[in-house]
């Protein structure tokens, strides 16, 4: 281990590359995906469960956790890493996403922003010295400097503020976080969907010299197209000797695609989430347990996963706890879909190592198309038993 961040690049495959982020907690085995524990916790998951799957590194939320339980409170009591048992690289983000999409009565200025707690209507302000207080009270190894997220579609003049108002704010953050061994501040590169203000913004941020650089502002209702074309409107102009995370990305099909464009870093509440709401990922794609073809399917989500979940449990016990209401069900599609994208990242590891990249997520997408081909033809043959036969 080390008492510095370094990140280093194994293998490439044209853009994408294979590499590590070496902290003081462990290793970041890249490209990573970490899961979302916003609250101080990944949803309907323990610990040693997370961690076992291959997570390097868990995301918590800094809005959440200012509110509930505090940040001063999570110090006294020993830091984030210590309340919810992790021992590993914790990723706090900013809190500027929720501030914008979960606060009421929210004023932004020059100075930060005030706003309401969407739990109990308190008053807060966030400044980006107090984000960085913040994330520094709850121990995270890797912070992220408060920035301005603008909702898409947008015009371009709010889009060229946001972005400006989010380089000023990360001069700020790196002033207030000044120099922390062992700990890695993170810009977040703004822009919109104009690819002329992103590579404004992460000409500028680079200058800071930063650990990282985040791309964020996506993954918020645009169409694929847009992200990846913002991606690479941005990747040229991003230091390949420092990490590179996509905020809030995504589905499995974003995620490949995002590597393939030279992304490290990734987390997202989608497979957590789908999973507490009956739906599943697999190598067979995505599928929504509570549909009726699957209440006497007494096969397992994937009889060649490692995960229990996927190989002991049958689909028609899983239709039926999620169709019950069961906590445990929750509990299963969590833990069956976190573990798919963990396979999903070695796969992807594996693939840039070997220079076959390419190879790799067209066999995965081909598997995906495949399956959702299979599931068609059966849903129509079950529709008209007779198929043809009477045309």
């Given at each position: 281990?080390?008492?510095?961040f370094?990140?280093?690049?194994?293998?490439?495959?044209?853009?994408?590359?294979?590499?590590?982020?070496?902290?003081?907690?462990?290793?970041?085995?890249?490209?990573a995906?970490?899961?979302?524990?916003?609250?101080?916790?990944?949803?309907?998951?323990?610990?040693?469960?997370?961690?076992?799957?291959?997570?390097?590194?868990?995301?918590?939320?800094?809005?959440?956790?200012?509110?509930?339980?505090?940040?001063?409170?999570?110090?006294?009591?020993g830091?984030?890493?210590?309340?919810?048992?992790?021992?590993?690289?914790?990723?706090?983000?900013?809190?500027?996403?929720?501030?914008?999409?979960?606060?009421?009565?929210?004023?932004?200025?020059?100075?930060?922003?005030?706003?309401?707690?969407?739990?109990?209507?308190?008053?807060?302000?966030?400044?980006?010295?107090?984000?960085?207080?913040?994330?520094?009270?709850?121990?995270?190894?890797?912070?992220?400097?408060?920035?301005?997220?603008?909702?898409?579609?947008?015009?371009?003049?709010?889009?060229?503020?946001?972005?400006?108002?989010?380089?000023?704010?990360?001069?700020?953050?790196?002033?207030a976080?000044?120099?922390?061994?062992?700990?890695?501040?993170?810009?977040?590169?703004?822009?919109?969907d104009?690819?002329?203000?992103?590579?404004?913004?992460?000409?500028?941020?680079?200058?800071?010299?930063?650990?990282?650089?985040a791309?964020?502002?996506?993954?918020v209702?645009?169409?694929?197209?847009?992200?990846?074309?913002?991606?690479?409107?941005?990747?040229?102009?991003?230091?390949?000797?420092?990490?590179?995370?996509?905020?809030?990305?995504?589905?499995?099909?974003?995620?490949?695609?995002?590597?393939?464009?030279?992304?490290?870093?990734?987390?997202?509440?989608?497979?957590?989430r789908?999973?507490?709401?009956?739906?599943?990922?697999?190598?067979?794609?995505?599928?929504?347990?509570?549909?009726?073809r699957?209440?006497?399917?007494?096969?397992?989500?994937?009889?060649?996963?490692?995960?229990?979940?996927?190989?002991?449990?049958?689909?028609?016990?899983?239709?039926h706890?999620?169709?019950?209401?069961?906590?445990?069900?929750?509990m299963?599609?969590?833990?069956?879909?976190?573990?798919?994208?963990?396979?999903?990242?070695?796969g992807l590891?594996?693939?840039?190592?070997?220079?076959?990249?390419?190879?790799?997520?067209?066999?995965?997408?081909?598997?995906?198309?495949?399956?959702?081909?299979?599931?068609?033809?059966?849903?129509?043959?079950a529709?008209d038993?007779?198929?043809?036969?009477?045309a």
């Open positions: 281990m080390t008492d510095h370094r990140f280093t690049v194994a293998a490439t495959d044209g853009v994408a590359r294979t590499g590590e982020i070496r902290m003081p907690r462990g290793v970041i085995r890249t490209p995906f970490m899961p979302v524990g916003t609250a101080g916790t990944v949803k309907a998951m323990y610990p040693e469960q997370v961690k076992a799957l291959g997570a390097d590194v868990v995301l918590g939320n800094t809005y959440h956790l200012m509110l509930r339980p505090g940040a001063e409170r999570m110090a006294r009591l830091g984030l890493h210590a309340f919810m048992q992790w021992p590993y690289p914790i990723l706090t983000d900013s809190g500027g996403f929720q501030v914008m999409s979960l606060s009421g009565l929210r004023k932004l200025d020059e100075r930060g922003v005030t706003f309401r707690s969407h739990i109990d209507g308190t008053a807060h302000e966030l400044t980006p010295e107090r984000s960085i207080e913040i994330q520094g009270l709850l121990g995270a190894d890797i912070q992220m400097q408060l920035d301005e997220c603008v909702r898409l579609p947008a015009e371009r003049e709010a889009i060229a503020r946001a972005m400006q108002l989010s380089l000023r704010w990360a001069e700020r953050c790196r002033a976080f000044g120099e922390q061994p062992g700990r890695a501040l993170f810009g977040i590169v703004q822009g919109g104009v690819p002329a203000l992103r590579a404004e913004s992460a000409r500028a941020l680079v200058g800071l010299d930063l650990k990282g650089y791309i964020g502002g996506l993954a209702g645009e169409p694929q197209a847009t992200m990846l074309a913002m991606i690479e409107a941005t990747e040229p102009h991003l230091p390949v000797t420092k990490p590179r995370y996509l905020m809030g990305v995504g589905t499995p099909d974003d995620i490949v695609q995002a590597v393939s464009r030279g992304i490290d870093m990734f987390d997202c509440v989608m497979p957590t789908a999973g507490r709401h009956g739906m599943v990922y697999t190598r067979f794609g995505r599928m929504n347990l509570r549909n009726a699957f209440a006497e399917d007494n096969t397992p989500l994937d009889p060649e996963s490692a995960c229990p979940a996927a190989h002991l449990y049958t689909k028609a016990y899983l239709h706890l999620v169709r019950a209401g069961e906590i445990l069900g929750m299963l599609l969590t833990w069956n879909n976190l573990s798919y994208y963990q396979d999903l990242m070695a590891r594996r693939a840039i190592a070997a220079g076959r990249l390419q190879d790799f997520i067209g066999e995965t997408r081909e598997g995906w198309a495949r399956a959702e081909r299979d599931r068609g033809e059966r849903d129509r043959g529709r038993p007779g198929g043809s036969a009477g």
